[in-house]
């Protein structure tokens, strides 16, 4: 099987910056671009909308002076990365996260659950999430970024 991963949504924003992230990551982003299996989430353009509203500028992340949407757009062009909409399946599934894996977090919910049904490594450096996978390996692989 050919690499993939999908990126959550501070994956994107480190990646699209330049910031530091892992050895590991960043050959598995390279592989799944080459392959054309590299995912993003339609979560990670809303969950970048609301982070340009945090009060705290250190919380904010840096959209390169574009709003969330035309950010998203172009890094997704910049680095080849395809679409997963979220259709009813993936919508059901997040909404069994919480029950199932105890994570609350909206948006995270919803890339667990893309991960989970597509089977794709999600790249995140999420504690919540990498202890999640650890105690849950047959729902989700991390990729630490």
Request: aromatic share 4%.
């Amino acid at each position: 099987m050919s690499a993939a991963a999908l990126l959550d949504t501070n994956a994107l924003i480190w990646l699209l910056a330049g910031e530091p992230m892992t050895v590991e990551s960043l050959i598995a982003i390279a592989d799944a671009r080459q392959q054309g299996r590299l995912y993003v989430s339609p979560i990670s353009a809303w969950e970048a909308a609301l982070a340009v509203r945090k009060t705290n500028p250190v919380r904010r992340p840096d959209l390169s002076g574009l709003d969330a949407a035309g950010w998203f757009r172009a890094g997704r062009t910049a680095l080849g990365a395809r679409l997963i909409p979220i259709g009813q399946s993936i919508a059901l599934e997040a909404a069994r996260v919480p029950a199932h894996l105890g994570h609350k977090d909206p948006g995270d919910c919803f890339l667990l659950a893309t991960a989970h049904l597509r089977r794709l490594p999600l790249v995140t450096r999420d504690a919540a999430i990498d202890r999640l996978a650890t105690d849950n390996p047959d729902y989700v692989e991390v990729v630490v970024c």
